[in-house]
């Protein structure tokens, strides 16, 4: 089995449901008392919920560098950043390390593309559904078009994700306004919902919300054990 090197602590919520994933699934397919062979550097989510909201990407991509060499020295046989928003770097971060980077919406945009689905909404925070990084590579590398919320959901979804669910915080009243969201985003076209924050299937997942969701923290996980063990 592979090593899967890990940047975590973005926030550390989500890095902790990848750790259960990760381990589970390798204890699924491989059977007995086998676990995931991984390391993981998890840096300060206070000084980069910081920096990002400055716009700071120069100081965060010093960060992403800095972490993902330190996976790679410590023996790391490719790389899965645990968030979305900071795949902003991701290019970066690959150009800085001779080792796989494991890319979130390549994973995510395999598992659509299984579906036949061509349209799907995108939930996340300002940075991933105003910024082109993922919206661009879903289209331009897998044919997939993004339809994104209006200006006052996106503020509400980006509010809910950094002032409650990074915190561990779920209130029956923010799903409601998730769920109104993704029916307006079905309404405009949307063949399923990419819940593209790695803390949003805290609050939204299929049992809760009608249609097709793809969590992205539960499909990058399983892509990386998916690789490991190949």
Aim: hydrophobic share 40%.
């Amino acid at each position: 089995m592979k090593t899967i090197g890990l940047i975590g602590g973005l926030s550390w919520e989500s890095s902790a449901i990848y750790y259960k994933i990760l381990n589970q699934k390798t204890n699924e397919i491989l059977g007995g008392v086998h676990s995931c062979k991984c390391i993981m550097v998890s840096v300060d989510f206070g000084e980069i919920a910081k920096l990002q909201h400055e716009g700071n990407w120069d100081k965060l991509g010093e960060i992403m560098i800095d972490s993902a060499k330190r996976l790679e020295k410590a023996g790391a046989d490719f790389i899965v950043l645990c968030t979305n928003t900071m795949h902003k770097l991701s290019e970066l971060i690959q150009q800085n390390i001779s080792i796989p980077f494991l890319h979130i919406a390549d994973a995510t945009a395999e598992v659509i593309k299984e579906k036949g689905i061509k349209k799907v909404g995108l939930l996340g925070t300002k940075f991933t559904m105003e910024q082109p990084f993922i919206r661009n590579r879903l289209i331009n590398t897998h044919g997939i078009e993004t339809i994104i919320p209006n200006e006052k959901q996106r503020n509400d979804i980006h509010n809910i994700i950094y002032n409650e669910l990074v915190k561990g915080i779920v209130k029956d009243e923010s799903r409601k306004i998730y769920i109104e969201i993704i029916e307006d985003l079905k309404r405009l076209g949307a063949e399923g919902i990419i819940l593209g924050c790695t803390e949003i299937m805290l609050l939204i997942n299929e049992s809760n919300c009608d249609g097709v969701i793809f969590d992205t923290t539960e499909i990058h996980a399983l892509k990386a054990i998916e690789y490991a063990i190949k």
